[in-house]
């Protein structure tokens, strides 16, 4: 990416619509125009805009990948203020891709899929307003309407926005259009609450020192008391420059109409900040599975449901499954079954996923903050075969020792665990079986899934 700025969305801000008002908020005006000039010097082909007015849903960002979206002012008294862009639309497309990859909810806005929604394509005022100062007759555009998601997976979809911008080597820059509170003054469009001002002094406060993690840390009545359209929008951005050093030059902020505006380059250099980054992970289908279902889990309290037509190979075959979750590298919760006890390893993965998070007595149940920064992985157990001490190998078998009733199971290949003495001291300890006792040894090997870091 190019360049990362922020940028208001008053619709009087057009003198077709303002009538004068504008000039009010000239400071403003003067920094939009200045972001438009940087944004031609960098020879943009692509900019992606995050708006808080298209569509919103609460489970989902939503890209629009229609490829020619237009809108007018027609709701604010100038029909005849007209826009029109082309969607980069391969660009598009590859976000859409990497957030699925990466299990994050996303939704696919074009001329079929809005029918289905029972909405419009037409471009809102949150794109047009940024987009009126920015010169290029060539300019495609990403469209991006935030979703009602939490700050984490709102960060996380910024990164795989980053990481598509490379993917397809685009010349491009990324705007979070938003305004800051609305509660600024008794004549605002919202009721004033002295939150307002203390929101957006901390706001830009956050913005000049390019501190992200205290960005998508804030919380609490600060936030719902502001009454603002921005903060998602800014979440997205951050995501962007996930493992940037940044700084924030704030080119204007004022607020005469109650609304606070601010405009922002964001200047950033490679490397990574020792005051932001979250982990975003990608995988197959497997450890996909695994995330999405701890993910619904957590949202809504109650088992996932995975279909066969989107979960084809995990529904054709029936094996024991373990999911392991590590936080920080250090185990957080592994619980699995030896032997299928389910139709299909889809639901088997469902519900070792939700045990393993919940329910592994040497841990507390995991919490969603937990959750957005763990690694997961998911081992598919092949059938198991009777051997003895000299067939075992801990790094290539996992073993499982039986004692009548009493059985335990160690995975194969885990960290620290380099001779096969180890492997089978601790498969007995967690059966309960004295070392010294005449016991069962069977062997298995597994098909281990992982998530890697993007």
């Not at 289905?116 to 290029?136: A, C």
């Not at 690694?375 to 075969?385: F, M, P, Q, Y």
């Not at 003895?388 to 073993?399: A, H, M, R, T």
């Amino acid at each position: 990416m190019k360049g990362y700025y922020l940028m208001p969305h008053p619709p009087l801000i057009m003198p077709e619509i303002g009538r004068g008002e504008e000039q009010k908020i000239e400071s403003t005006v003067n920094a939009c125009h200045e972001i438009g000039k940087r944004i031609k010097l960098i020879g943009a082909d692509t900019v992606i805009i995050i708006s808080p007015h298209g569509i919103v849903f609460r489970d989902a960002t939503a890209v629009y990948n229609e490829p020619v979206i237009a809108g007018s002012f027609a709701r604010f008294g100038a029909p005849l203020v007209e826009m029109s862009f082309q969607t980069d639309m391969i660009l598009a497309e590859k976000i859409l891709e990497n957030a699925r990859d990466a299990s994050l909810p996303v939704a696919e806005i074009n001329s079929e899929t809005a029918v289905g929604y029972g909405i419009s394509t037409d471009l809102d005022h949150g794109v047009m307003v940024p987009l009126h100062f920015i010169e290029s007759s060539k300019l495609k555009i990403v469209n991006i309407s935030y979703g009602l998601l939490s700050a984490e997976e709102l960060y996380r979809f910024g990164m795989i926005v980053e990481k598509s911008v490379r993917d397809t080597g685009r010349n491009a820059v990324i705007i979070a259009s938003g305004d800051l509170s609305h509660r600024l003054s008794h004549s605002g469009p919202y009721p004033y609450s002295p939150f307002g001002e203390e929101f957006d002094q901390r706001l830009i406060e956050i913005i000049t020192e390019g501190d992200m993690h205290a960005l998508i840390n804030l919380k609490g009545k600060l936030v719902s008391e502001a009454g603002e359209c921005g903060l998602r929008s800014l979440f997205i951005l951050a995501g962007a420059l996930d493992e940037k050093k940044v700084k924030g030059e704030v080119l204007s902020y004022e607020g005469p109409f109650g609304v606070g505006y601010a405009v922002v380059d964001f200047h950033f250099e490679e490397g990574a900040s020792e005051r932001h980054g979250l982990k975003i992970r990608t995988g197959d289908e497997y450890v996909s599975l695994a995330r999405r279902s701890l993910d619904f889990y957590f949202k809504n309290n109650k088992k996932f449901i995975p279909q066969r037509k989107e979960w084809s190979e995990l529904f054709s075959r029936r094996n024991g499954v373990f999911v392991s979750i590590k936080l920080e590298g250090a185990l957080r919760g592994c619980i699995g079954t030896i032997a299928p006890t389910t139709d299909s390893v889809a639901q088997e993965i469902v519900q070792n996923a939700i045990s393993a998070a919940t329910q592994d007595p040497r841990f507390a149940p995991m919490t969603y903050e937990e959750f957005v920064r763990c690694d997961i992985s998911v081992d598919v157990l092949l059938e198991a075969e009777p051997t003895s001490y000299e067939g075992l190998d801990p790094k290539k078998y996992g073993v499982i020792v039986s004692r009548g009733s009493r059985k335990g199971l160690l995975l194969p290949n885990l960290e620290g665990v380099d001779t096969v003495e180890y492997q089978l001291s601790i498969a007995l300890r967690k059966a309960g079986i004295p070392e010294n006792s005449d016991y069962k040894i069977e062997r298995f090997e597994v098909i281990r899934h992982k998530e890697e870091k993007l």
